[in-house]
C-alpha cells in the first residue's frame, strides 16, 4: 500500500451528490478527491452515478427518440404531414443514447479536472477516524492495489440499486432492472413490468410507443398514490388511451425463465380480484424500488450507523454524528432525487466551510417524464385534509389554454392549493405537455412564502403553456378569465 494521502475532503462517490459536493468543495479552496466504482458500457470508468449512466440521461434519451417516432404514427397526419412505413433502428436509438451518456460523464471528469479534484476509480470504505481504503481499478478490472486516504471531512454518496426481488432474480438479459431495459437490441414483442412507479411508467412508455405490448403489473391498489389524485386519475385515463395495460393490485408471486427456441420468455404469475394468473413476456422490467448502496460502505467501527432500511443515519443537516463524516444523496433519508442530491452536496460542503447550508424538503418538486409529464411541489389535498389544514384549490385545464391546443397537447391541467386564510401557496400539481419546466413556478413562490394572490398578478407570456398556471392561481379566488368559477 503506498503513502497515505491527505486531503480537506473526501467525497465517496460521484454521483448527483458527490459530484456537486465535490466541486463545491474545491470552490470553496479545499484540497479534494472524489472516489467513484462505476464503470461505463466500455469498461472505462465513467462518473456521473447511476443518474448519467443508466437513469435519468439515458432514460430522456429515449423517451425522447420513442416520442419522435410515436409522433410519426399518431400526431403527424393531423399537422398535413405525409409519410410511408416510418421504422425504428434500435440500435441507432441506444447509440445516440449512448453517446450522450458519454459526453455528460466525460464533461464531469473535466470538470473534476478544471476544479483541480483528485479523482481516484475503485471501490472505497470508510475505516474508523476519517481513513477511507480505495481498491483501485486495473486493466480489465481490479487489480488488488489499494491506497489510503485521510481527511478532516469525508462525505458519503454512495447512492442507490435496483431492488431485486427474490423470486425474480436479474439475469441481465430477460429479467432486467433499469439498466437492462435501456439497452434491448430489438422492440420486445411483450413487455412485462413489475412496479407502476416513475421507472416502470417511463421505460414502459418508451417500447409502448415503440411497438410493445407492455402490461404493468402494480401491487398497490392505487395507481401513483403518491401524487394528487386528480392527477393521477388524468394520467392513468391518458396512457389508458396510448396502450399502456396498467393492473393495479396486481401481487407478483413468481417469475420463471423458459427457453422458446433460441431465445428465452418468462412466465409471470400474480394475484387479483380475479385469482391467480399468469402472463408470457419476452422481456421482464423489475421496477419496485431502489436501496441504499451502503453495503461494503463501511468498515467495522467506523461508527456511522444504518437505519432498518440500510439508509445511513444523519441529521437535518446531514451529520452523521461521527465527528467529520457526512452522507447525502439517495444513501439517506428523503426521496431519491438527483436534484435532492445535488442541494445536499452543495449543502454540506458549505457547511464544512463555515457557511450557511440548507435543504428545503418542502419545496423539492417530483416529475415523472412520461407523456403527458406529470410534476408537482408540496402538499396534496388528500394530505391537506388528512392534517387538518384549511385550503382552497384552483384548477386550469390545457384544453382551454391555446399554446397547449395548437401544440396539439390539449390533455391535462394545473392545480394550486393555497391556504384558506394566509393565501399562501401549500401544494402545485400538474399534469400535461411540459410540467416538467413549468412545475418551478409553484417551487419559485414557495420556497419565497408566496401567495396564490401573488402568482395571479404576475404577467405571463401569452400565448404560453404557463398561462396554465397563471389561471389556475387565479381561480383559487375564483376569477379565472378563460374558464367558469
Known amino acids: 500500500m503506498s503513502e497515505q494521502q491527505t486531503f480537506d475532503v473526501i467525497v465517496i462517490g460521484a454521483g448527483p451528490a458527490g459530484y456537486h459536493a465535490a466541486i463545491r468543495a474545491a470552490q470553496l479552496g479545499m484540497k ?29 434519451a429515449l423517451l425522447d427518440s420513442s416520442r419522435q417516432f410515436w409522433n410519426m404514427g399518431h400526431l403527424f ?21 449512448d453517446k450522450i451518456v458519454k459526453q455528460f460523464t466525460g464533461g464531469i471528469a473535466q470538470l473534476f479536472k478544471a476544479n483541480k479534484i483528485t479523482a481516484y476509480y475503485g471501490f472505497a470504505q470508510l475505516q474508523p477516524g476519517n481513513v477511507v481504503k480505495v481498491k483501485l481499478h486495473g486493466e480489465g478490472g481490479h487489480d488488488g492495489s489499494e491506497v489510503e486516504l485521510k481527511a478532516a471531512n469525508v462525505i458519503l ?33 411483450r413487455f412485462g413490468v413489475i412496479g407502476a412507479g416513475v421507472i416502470g411508467l417511463e421505460l414502459g412508455s418508451v417500447w ?84 441504499a448502496a451502503s453495503k461494503g460502505l463501511l468498515a467495522d467501527g ?18 452523521t454524528g461521527v465527528d467529520g463524516v457526512w452522507a447525502v444523496g439517495d444513501c439517506v433519508r428523503g426521496p431519491m432525487l438527483a436534484h435532492k442530491g445535488f442541494e445536499e452536496g452543495i449543502a454540506v460542503a458549505e457547511l464544512i466551510a463555515g457557511l450557511p447550508g440548507h435543504v428545503n424538503f418542502d419545496t423539492i418538486p417530483w416529475v415523472i417524464y412520461t407523456e403527458p409529464e406529470i410534476a408537482w411541489v408540496g402538499k396534496t389535498e388528500e394530505q391537506l385534509k388528512a392534517e387538518g389544514i384549511p385550503y382552497k384549490a384552483g384548477s386550469f385545464p390545457f384544453a382551454a389554454v ?27 400539481h400538474l399534469v400535461g405537455a411540459n410540467v416538467s419546466e413549468l412545475v418551478h413556478e409553484g417551487v419559485l413562490t414557495m420556497e419565497f412564502s408566496g401567495s396564490a394572490d401573488d402568482l395571479a398578478r404576475i404577467c405571463h407570456a401569452h400565448p404560453s403553456l404557463s398561462e396554465a398556471v ?8 375564483k376569477r379565472a378569465i378563460h374558464k367558469a368559477n
Not at 397526419?77 to 443514447?97: C, E, L, N
Not at 433460441?262 to 399468469?278: F, I, L
Not at 396539439?408 to 402545485?428: I, N, Y
Request: charged share 30%; hydrophobic share 45%; with cysteine.
Open 32 to 60: 479534494t478527491a472524489c472516489i467513484d466504482a462505476a464503470l461505463g458500457k466500455d469498461g472505462k470508468p465513467a462518473l456521473g452515478g447511476t443518474c448519467l449512466r443508466v437513469g435519468c440521461i439515458p432514460s430522456k
Open 77 to 97: 397526419a393531423d399537422h398535413g404531414i405525409a409519410f410511408k412505413d416510418a421504422k425504428i433502428d434500435v440500435p441507432t436509438m441506444i447509440g445516440r443514447k
Open 157 to 189: 454518496a454512495a447512492g442507490s440499486d435496483s431492488i431485486e426481488l427474490p423470486f425474480a432474480k436479474f439475469d441481465g438479459e430477460t429479467i432486467v432492472d433499469n439498466v437492462g431495459a435501456l439497452d434491448f437490441e430489438a422492440v420486445p414483442k
Open 208 to 291: 409502448n410507443r415503440l411497438g410493445s405490448e407492455v402490461v404493468i403489473l402494480e401491487a398497490m391498489p392505487d395507481f401513483l398514490a403518491a401524487a394528487d389524485a386528480e392527477v393521477a386519475k388524468v394520467a392513468a385515463r391518458e396512457f389508458k388511451k396510448q396502450g399502456l395495460d396498467i393492473r393495479l393490485g396486481a401481487k407478483v408471486s413468481k417469475a420463471e425463465v423458459k427457453k422458446k427456441g433460441k431465445s428465452s420468455e418468462v412466465h409471470v404469475t400474480y394475484t387479483d380480484a380475479a385469482g391467480e394468473q399468469t402472463i408470457v413476456f419476452d422481456k421482464l422490467l423489475v421496477a419496485v424500488g431502489r436501496k
Open 302 to 319: 467506523a461508527g456511522v450507523q444504518l437505519d432498518e432500511r440500510g439508509r445511513i443515519v444523519v441529521d437535518e443537516h446531514c451529520h
Open 402 to 428: 391555446g399554446r397547449a391546443v395548437a401544440m396539439a397537447e390539449p390533455a391535462g391541467f394545473v392545480k394550486v392549493l393555497a391556504h384558506a386564510e394566509t393565501d399562501r401557496v401549500l401544494g402545485m
Open 470 to 477: 397563471h389561471d389556475a392561481a387565479m381561480a383559487v379566488h
